[in-house]
């Protein structure tokens, strides 16, 4: 059960990024599992991937088209990952590539792959060919987010999508429009290190490759490489930005950026949070806060210690006050030179810590009342410094287990 993670409003179509799904029934044959993006020849492409070492071949494959040409569409599957296969893997994914450039009359490296789904087992090539060979131009549409959307999901039991409009005046006193929307999905081994499992953002505006590069490594950061479900980082995660060039131009110094870029970083962070709010048996959302730290990078290690922490998930689950477990968990955060005099703990705005010592007033009714909550913040300060970092993560929970254990049934 999703945690305050309602089923996505129909999101905003973008210009030139036209949709269609495909069924082969590599797990189901309940719904469609493959979806096909494809893009206009203005369009500019960003991409982030995963860093685990086995990199799936669909993975490794887009990173290599990418470096040869500008995209032009993007074939993802759901229900196999491709990962682990080797060689073979690779043949695979470029199969497909291959069948979806004949169809749309593009190159092999203009199409990128994608894949999602069980590690270790080779894709089912003549059904995927079989499938994709049926596509044709007239098939695609602009409104087919939510369709994409359902069609890359695995265990998640929502649809993940979103948009949002922002609009300002130029230097010309013009007012000026441009749309974004991104699907998403994930639940299970989340830990990005890079983006989510799988996450594709288009816009109508026309962005030069590197500045959508850089603005979407920026907005990641402080999105899907701000959340974790399990701590296991994908071998399959890719997070892709696509500027399909049919609206309005933005460059950093247009009057535009800066609300285009705050646009991208809350609808990714919208993207990023419904992924743990859908976590696998997820029954509560937590946001852990971090405050004086010396760096970012030691708030994330910080928070990231005490999300990681299976007794302080669990806790979570089970609605048990125990900080004890999230002070254990802070004491052994890899922090050079910790004084644990300086560590404040709460719950929303229920002290348990205060320089380092049991807050007087605590009761444990207190925190009780908090941990009922199906969301709630941990905060932590540090006492060492002004930075600061926000992560989001889920509880641990018997059906976490099962759906894990079950998998592959």
């Not at 990199?55 to 032009?72: F, W």
């Not at 199409?111 to 060919?129: C, D």
């Not at 910790?338 to 229920?350: C, K, M, N």
Request: aromatic residues 6%; proline residues 4%; negative net charge.
């Amino acid at each position: 059960m999703a945690v305050n993670l309602a089923p996505p409003e129909a999101p905003h179509d973008i210009a030139g990024a036209r949709w269609t799904t495909l069924r082969t029934a590599v797990r189901s044959a309940q719904r469609d599992d493959i979806a096909i993006l494809h893009l206009p020849p203005a369009a500019s492409v960003a991409g982030v991937f995963t860093s685990n070492a086995f990199a799936a071949a669909p993975v490794r494959l887009a990173q290599q088209h990418m470096q040869q040409t500008a995209p032009r569409a993007l074939v993802i599957n759901s229900g196999n990952a491709n990962a682990g296969t080797g060689d073979a893997g690779l043949a695979d994914a470029r199969a497909c590539c291959t069948t979806v450039a004949e169809v749309l009359d593009l190159k092999t490296a203009q199409v990128l792959p994608f894949s999602t789904g069980v590690i270790g087992e080779r894709l089912p090539l003549e059904a995927m060919q079989a499938a994709l060979q049926s596509v044709t131009p007239d098939d695609l549409s602009e409104n087919g987010w939510l369709a994409a959307a359902q069609a890359i999901m695995t265990t998640d039991t929502v649809a993940k999508a979103a948009s949002r409009t922002v609009s300002w005046c130029d230097a010309q006193g013009r007012e000026q429009a441009v749309t974004l929307t991104g699907i998403a999905k994930g639940s299970g081994m989340i830990c990005p290190d890079m983006a989510t499992m799988l996450a594709f953002i288009a816009t109508d505006a026309r962005i030069e490759q590197g500045h959508a590069r850089k603005l979407l490594q920026q907005c990641t950061e402080r999105s899907f490489n701000a959340i974790t479900v399990d701590g296991d980082t994908s071998t399959n995660d890719a997070c892709m930005l696509c500027a399909t060039g049919q609206g309005a131009a933005l460059r950093p110094a247009d009057a535009g950026w800066r609300a285009f870029a705050s646009a991208l970083e809350e609808l990714m962070q919208g993207l990023a949070q419904a992924i743990v709010r859908d976590a696998e048996g997820a029954t509560r959302f937590i946001t852990l806060e971090v405050s004086g730290a010396r760096d970012a990078a030691e708030a994330r290690t910080a928070a990231f210690t005490v999300a990681h922490s299976p007794l302080v998930k669990t806790a979570c689950f089970a609605g048990d006050p125990n900080w004890g477990r999230i002070l254990a968990a802070m004491g052994r955060a890899p922090i050079n030179d910790l004084d644990v005099g300086g560590i404040d703990i709460a719950l929303d705005d229920v002290a348990l810590v205060v320089g380092g010592q049991p807050a007087p007033d605590y009761r444990e009714a207190y925190g009780a009342r908090i941990m009922a909550q199906a969301e709630y913040t941990i905060r932590i300060h540090l006492g060492r410094g002004d930075a600061d970092t926000v992560v989001w993560t889920s509880d641990l929970s018997y059906d976490y287990v099962r759906i894990n254990a079950e998998y592959r049934s």
